[in-house]
C-alpha cells in the first residue's frame, strides 16, 4: 500500500507564490532556519543577502549616542532580524525594540506600529511618555503618513529611490505630505538631527 501523507508534507505551504517568494528571498539556510524545513524549488543564499544597506554603521553609531532607537516595519520579525544581523545593525537597535507586521493589527499608514514602538522604548529606558519626543525615518509615502498619523517628527529619506525622477517625484510627495525633514542621503542624518 502506498501512502501519500509524506509526499503531500512535502509540499505543504498554505500558499505556494508565497513559499516560492520566500525561498528566492530568504535563500536555503534562513528559509530552513524560519519554517524548519528546506526548500524545495530554490537552491541559492537568497535575495536577501544582496540587499544594500542604505545607511552606514558609522551612522547608526553616532545616532545610537544621541537616540534611543527602535525599529516599526511591515515586514516580518524574521527578515529584519536576519537583515540587522547581516548588516551589523543589532548592536545599535536592540532586538526587543522591534514592532513587525506580526505585532500589529493594521500595517501602515496607520501609526500602531510606531506608538508601539515608542512604547516599548519609553517603558524600557524609563522615559516619560508625554515628554519624550518621537522621530520616525521611513523611505516611503506611508511612512509619512504613519509618522504624522502618530504624532511624530516625519523624516523621509529618498536614500531607496534608485533614479533622479522617481527621486523628484517621492520628494514633492514627502513635501505634499508635510514631512518635517527630507534628506537625500540616510547617512546625513546624523549632523542633520542634532
Not at 525594540?97 to 501609526?111: R, Y
Not at 516599548?120 to 529606558?125: A, D
Amino acid at each position: 500500500m502506498f501512502s501519500s501523507v509524506p509526499l503531500a508534507k512535502e509540499f505543504w505551504f498554505t500558499d505556494i507564490v508565497k513559499r516560492v517568494f520566500q525561498e528566492m528571498y530568504l535563500g536555503e539556510a534562513l528559509f530552513a532556519e524560519k519554517y524548519d524545513y528546506e526548500p524545495m524549488f530554490v537552491k541559492s543564499s537568497g535575495f536577501m543577502r544582496n540587499e544594500k544597506a542604505i545607511v552606514s554603521l558609522e551612522t547608526l553609531e553616532r545616532l545610537n549616542a544621541k537616540f534611543y532607537m527602535g525599529i516599526a516595519s511591515g515586514r516580518e520579525r524574521f527578515e529584519i532580524e536576519a537583515s540587522l544581523k547581516e548588516h551589523g545593525f543589532s548592536r545599535f537597535i536592540p532586538l526587543d525594540m522591534i514592532v513587525s507586521a506580526e505585532g500589529v493589527v493594521h500595517g501602515k499608514p496607520d501609526p500602531e506600529s510606531l506608538l508601539k514602538c515608542k512604547k516599548k522604548i519609553v517603558r524600557k529606558y524609563g522615559l516619560e511618555a508625554k515628554k519624550s519626543h518621537a522621530v520616525y525615518v521611513g523611505d516611503s509615502i506611508d511612512d509619512v503618513r504613519a509618522a504624522k498619523n502618530a504624532g511624530f517628527y516625519s523624516v523621509g529619506c529618498l536614500s531607496a529611490s534608485t533614479n533622479k525622477e522617481d527621486k523628484a517625484n517621492l520628494r514633492a510627495r514627502f513635501v505634499e505630505l508635510g514631512c518635517d525633514l527630507i534628506v537625500e542621503d540616510a547617512n546625513e542624518l546624523s549632523s542633520r538631527m542634532g
